[in-house]
């Protein structure tokens, strides 16, 4: 497996990096960061992640993983982009997003007609993109995985590990990378946050996005 991981200014670093450790552990599989340009990227927070190659010099791939973030926002009328992940999605076996990663699947029109999830926050955009938008960590539909909110990306990638090269190997993922979550609180989604909580992240992301 081939898979190219697309970076690109304010993007969520847990989007990519955690696909990134479950993908890098599988023996045998590739990996390689691409973006509008090779070099230093700053992730929210200024996190700082490099473009191995820039989109034009990658045309094919076994599987593309797109994540999201505030900085996703501007590339959702990036037309370089867009016309990219329709021209690498005609070559891949799966076409995977995390997060709002989503929206850019979408706004490229490569959801119309699926079954998506993204950030609990932004699942009311999908039917704008002609998905379906389902609750889930992650949901596969035909060759597309769309996860939820950043650290789904984790579930979704040892999901696809388990698919492509079998429950065991998966399995040894998990455990290598010791991912075996026991949270102190159980406020991990908006269905079980309380209320006040729930408003108070719902505010700064509007604030954030203003």
């Known amino acids: 497996m081939k898979i190219a991981i697309l970076l690109f200014e304010r993007m969520a670093a847990q989007d990519a990096v955690g696909p990134y450790e479950v993908f890098r552990c599988v023996p045998g599989w590739e990996l390689e960061f691409v973006g509008k340009r090779a070099g230093e990227v700053r992730c929210e927070g200024g996190l700082g992640l490099l473009v191995d190659r820039a989109l ?38 799966w076409t995977i997003s995390v997060c709002t990663g989503a929206l850019l699947l979408g706004a490229a029109g490569l959801l119309e007609g699926k079954r998506a999830t993204s950030n609990w926050q932004a ?68 269905e079980k946050a309380p209320t006040a909580v729930v408003q108070a992240v719902a505010a700064a992301s509007r604030a954030n996005r203003a």
Do not use: N
């Open 56 to 93: 034009d010099q990658v045309s094919e791939a076994d599987a593309v993983v797109v994540p999201g973030g505030r900085g996703s926002d501007v590339l959702l009328d990036d037309e370089a982009v867009l016309a990219w992940l329709r021209e690498i999605d005609a070559t891949t076996k």
């Open 123 to 190: 699942l009311e955009e999908l039917p704008k993109y002609g998905a379906e938008p389902v609750g889930g960590r992650w949901v596969e539909d035909g060759k597309t995985i769309t996860a939820a909110g950043v650290t789904a990306g984790i579930d979704m990638a040892l999901h696809l590990a388990g698919r492509e090269a079998g429950r065991e190997v998966a399995q040894a993922v998990q455990l290598g990378i010791e991912y075996d979550p026991d949270p102190p609180f159980d406020s991990g989604s908006p």
